[in-house]
């Protein structure tokens, strides 16, 4: 099938399609001379762009507290494991709402490192409430991780008020933005304590897959990779200052050149502006699928959409079949089963299956939605 | 006759060890699923934008597809016997099976 015309309603995976921009970026950057920072004879570090955007974006205040990454993944293991590394034992705080790239490295922290996590329960409404960090916060917890957005329900928590406590509390905070970014408003300069924000690029910052980043407060987490730099390089250690110790390697300058180009657009666009689209694309169609009773969403407080995503599941269907015909026979492109993020779906009553995703981004329009919403009509009647 | 070039493992959200994707030489065509009637459970949905096929065969494999797609996608259950799959090639590709019973796809122990 040519997925060319496909409506695309996978967004929270990659974001599809990309602005013109990207592409040209992309483009030109591989057509140009390679110039690399710190290697070429060019004074503009070629990255540098990129940073003063995300910067921008997120109200960071120094560029070079932006390191670029090949993904969140990469920016989540070397917070999890330069912390534990630093500090064994002890224990972690967590949310069951968490991706496997945060689970993962927490529960090989465990066996590395003996720290022991707890995965906090969101409420009914799908929200961590931040008191309940206030139950397990002693001086054993090392590090607390909480995604800004759930990639399953799309439900945004309440990272500035968990900030607040875990400053309080001098334990560092860890946001993962990978689901957020360029949807929902982070103000990192207002964020008080040791806060540090791993974010993808390839999602609602429009950047190209094999992008990432990290944002930090200073120097002090022990990087999890060392190598080149093209600068220092008389020193057998990885160099202290920002942003080198946490890049060693060549980088992808493609990608990075496309992800400015993302974050341009996603500054011109507007935060607000694009997280309102996403949001009446969202209540829009919890509003018709809330119609059938035969369809079940998950929970979303506040109907808050502005990460873009509805999930479900459909009685009479498994999730995994249904997610087949709404791709094959309808050409709609959802995601079903657990997105990554398995301890979520035993709280919101998914397991074993998981669930249906549809995700929006700033190219879908109301006709995506009613495409859906009919198929639905069609699939599972009321 | 539609030929079967390869059966591959789906790799999924889960542990799909037990699902795959057929691929044939040909689209599938209305021809296929009425062989498929013929020697199991069939549900068809003929008004489907792109119709769809689901057909269960001995309730130890589903598989399911489009019609005018080349590939097909079959998920056995954990009792399955590994001749499963050979019986729905044979079906694919000859149109009729061994008329092999219910016990006999059933996984030994």
Not at chain 1, 363 to 370: H, W
Not at chain 2, 51 to 58: E, G
Request: aromatic content about 6%; overall charge negative.
């Amino acid at each position: 099938m040519d997925r060319s015309h496909f409506n695309y309603l996978n967004n929270a995976a990659t974001s599809y399609p990309k602005p013109k921009r990207v592409l040209e970026a992309v483009q030109r950057s591989l057509q140009e001379p390679p110039s690399e920072p710190g290697r070429s004879r060019q004074n503009q570090d070629p990255t540098l762009p990129c940073r003063e955007r995300l910067a921008k974006l997120f109200h960071v205040p120094a560029p070079n507290q932006v390191i670029l990454t090949p993904s969140a993944t990469v920016a989540l293991n070397l917070v999890i494991a330069g912390c534990l590394h630093e500090h064994p034992k002890g224990n972690c705080l967590s949310t069951r709402l968490e991706h496997n790239s945060v689970i993962r490295p927490l529960e090989h922290g465990r066996k590395r490192f003996g720290t022991q996590t707890i995965y906090l329960d969101p409420d009914q409404d799908g929200r961590i409430a931040s008191s309940s960090l206030l139950r397990y916060l002693d001086k054993e917890t090392r590090l607390v991780v909480c995604t800004q957005a759930s990639n399953v329900t799309g439900c945004i928590q309440p990272v500035e008020e968990m900030a607040e406590i875990t400053a309080e509390y001098g334990v560092p905070f860890l946001i993962d933005a990978s689901q957020s970014a360029g949807c929902v408003e982070l103000k990192y300069n207002e964020l008080p304590g040791q806060v540090y924000v791993a974010f993808a690029g390839h999602k609602g910052l429009f950047g190209p897959m094999g992008t990432g980043g990290l944002i930090l407060p200073d120097n002090s987490l022990e990087p999890i990779l060392t190598g080149g730099t093209g600068i220092q390089s008389e020193s057998l250690l990885q160099p202290a200052s920002l942003p080198i110790r946490y890049e060693a390697g060549t980088p992808n300058l493609p990608g990075i050149a496309g992800l400015a180009a993302g974050a341009e657009f996603v500054l011109e666009r507007g935060i607000e502006s694009l997280g309102m689209h996403r949001d009446s694309l969202v209540r829009s169609l919890r509003e018709k699928l809330t119609r059938n009773p035969r369809i079940h969403l998950s929970p979303l407080a506040d109907s808050d959409g502005r990460a873009g995503v509805v999930s479900f599941r459909a009685e009479g269907w498994s999730t995994e079949e249904l997610g087949f015909i709404l791709g094959e026979s309808f050409g709609i492109e959802t995601r079903h089963g657990l997105h990554c993020a398995p301890l979520i779906h035993k709280t919101i009553g998914t397991e074993p299956q998981g669930n249906i995703r549809a995700s929006v981004s700033a190219f879908n329009t109301e006709d995506d939605i009613l495409k859906l919403a009919d198929a639905l009509e069609r699939l599972v009647k009321p | 006759m539609t030929r079967v070039l390869e059966i591959l493992p789906v790799e999924d959200c889960f542990d799909k060890d037990l699902m795959r994707e057929i691929t044939c030489d040909e689209p599938i065509d209305e021809a296929l699923i009425a062989r498929f009637e013929k020697n199991g459970e069939l549900e068809y949905f003929k008004d489907f934008p792109r119709p769809y096929f689901k057909f269960s065969y001995h309730h130890v494999c589903i598989v399911q597809g489009v019609l005018g797609n080349r590939t097909m996608r079959a998920t056995l259950s954990r009792s399955a016997s590994s001749s499963v799959l050979e019986d729905i090639v044979q079906l694919i590709e000859k149109g009729e099976l061994h008329g092999r019973q219910a016990e006999e796809v059933l996984r030994v122990g």
